[in-house]
């Protein structure tokens, strides 16, 4: 059982007055995935490197199975790591490289090939045992690197962008195989990624971070669903949520930009107990809850708005009308039988059961 | 690349190679030659050859003694020279600090204190402390050699990323483990570098051994200058001395040339 407690932890780099990660709070519990996601900078990386112990802990306590670990040395935690850029040693062959850390550990050399040569089979690695890292591909190197971090047999697994080196398809690949890998192992996995597509396909449990804080924990269809501001709804999802500035009055959400829409009963009285009525507040509406066929048009006849498309992109089954209203620039997932040239004015219909309120100062969630 | 200019570049290249390879046609067609063979025709290829040179000199030059006191003071100072500067470098690019900024400042000012004006007083001082002899010479070969090594290994250490280290350590690898396990190999092409230009700089050094070096410890340069009389030059016996002398060096490089294998760092990371 190892539970994995990130207690207030603070980070604040030598010469800065700002905090990189501040009040990072996170219980894990056994065998979690748990996915670290935000933009460049958020922090998520440096909270990795403190669990690693690469960094030090400014404040808080970072506990496994309850026991504080701020100054125990990497080495001691039995953590494994893989690294962004795979960190390879190039003049070992693969073998060499998956066996160097129980090799320093003067680990038994018989057990030390038996877990080497089963971390190849899982890996599918065996062909390529005595080749070194140059001659591999991409994906090959990747899967060492993985392989190093599995014969150790950690009780931590940490993933540091692993898949941001390779190419797309690759990375959908590796992707499935690094989640399968978790459940075969069992162990507790952090990934972190810039990538909302992989923290929502792989994760138990997303932490979403912005500028070294939480913005939210939990699981991918929470995020989606129900996020606790703005800076969620707009990460999560792709393509991103789209956000209009409206005034709520009488029933409707309107702007001068041409947006003037009915609010569903319930959610109108919710926002005017909130105080909201006759006030500014952001409205959000995802691509997908954003139609253009005509039977949409029937069911939503209070909630449609007249766009100009700007540019169209046909995916197959989808399309994606990059399209402008007033000044406000948003994105309509339509079916693709609702393809529209760039420069066409389209009429769409919004599924108002779907929006999404935030206050405009704190952009916190409303509704 | 038109044809053309391709082959006046080849013509050049060939011009050039000749240019380079005609004293060793000299050195190596003249040890042969008897003194009278010399002075009749210094470019025609021996009339009469003769290997007598080559044994006079080799007694002469006292061959096995000094070949032993030049290897020991080259590879002693060599290899004390790749590991100090190896290590000095790895602990001045990883430790990012004003104090290993200035200290890798410093290396690189005193790259440019010219040697002699500090020979006198050098040798003066390790002379007060009766410490002129190979060890001395090596410890003053450390001194002077080491900085251009630091520059290097530090130029290349800082294309080594940081989490070669850091994978190293957390696989349990000790500070001295990653040096010697994870960075020194990925610094092997630049030790090949470091130890030829050190080679070739000690090898050949005449005047600092000059200096510091009893008669009972001369180097090979330092016997060869025994051909060159103040009244006298034997022309046939320094050339045999010189054919064999670079005949270690040569050898060096034939085995170095194996371990210069490029791109040796490829597939570390990414």
Known sequence: MVEINLDHIYKRYQGNTDYSVSDFNLDIKDGEFIVFVGPSGCGKSTTLRMIAGLEDITDGDFKMEGKVMNKVAPKDRDIAMVFQNYALYPHMTVFDNMAFGLNIRKNDKADTKKRVENAAKILGLTDYLKRKPGALSGGQRQRVALGRAIVRDAKLFLLDEPLSNLDAKLRVQMRTEIAQLHQRLGRNFIYVTHDQVEAMTMADRIVIMNDGKIQQVGSPYDLYNKPVNKFVAGFIGSPAMNFFDVTLADGRITNDEGINLAVPEGQYKILKDKGYEGKKLTFGIRPEDIHAEEVAMQAFPDATINAKVQVSELLGSESMLYSKLGDTDFIAKVNSRDYHEPGAEVKMAIEMTKAHYFDDDTEATIL | ?270
């Open chain 2, 1 to 270: 690349m038109s044809k053309k200019s391709k082959s006046v570049l080849g013509i050049f290249g060939i011009l050039l190679g000749i240019i380079w390879l005609f004293p060793f046609y000299l050195i190596v067609t003249n040890s042969f030659k008897t003194p009278k063979g010399i002075f009749a025709s210094v470019l025609s290829l021996p009339v009469h050859s003769t290997t007598d040179n080559y044994v006079n000199s080799f007694k002469a030059l006292d061959f096995m003694a000094s070949l032993t006191h030049s290897l020991i003071i080259t590879v002693a100072a060599v290899l004390i020279i790749i590991l100090g500067a190896a290590m000095g470098a790895y602990a001045l690019q990883r430790n990012k600090s004003k104090l290993s900024g200035g200290l890798l400042l410093l290396f690189i000012s005193a790259m440019l204190i010219p040697f002699q004006s500090v020979m006198i007083p050098l040798t003066a001082n390790f002379g007060s402390v009766h410490f002129l002899n190979m060890w001395g010479l090596v410890i003053m070969y450390l001194g002077f050699q080491s900085s251009l090594s630091i520059f290097l290994y530090q130029g290349t250490l800082s294309s080594i990323p940081l989490a070669m280290d850091e994978a190293a350590e957390m696989e349990g690898a000790s500070r001295w483990q990653i040096f010697y396990k994870v960075i020194f190999p990925m610094l092997s092409p630049m030790t090949v570098t470091v130890a030829i230009l050190n080679i070739i700089a000690i090898w050949n050094d005449y005047l600092l051994p000059s200096l510091v070096l009893p008669q009972t410890q001369y180097t090979i340069p330092l016997q060869m200058f025994n051909f060159f009389g103040q009244y006298t030059k034997q022309w046939h016996l320094a050339l045999a001395g010189i054919t064999i002398s670079i005949l270690p060096v040569i050898i060096f490089y034939l085995i170095a040339q194996k371990w210069i294998i490029k791109g040796v760092t490829d597939g570390a990371v990414k």
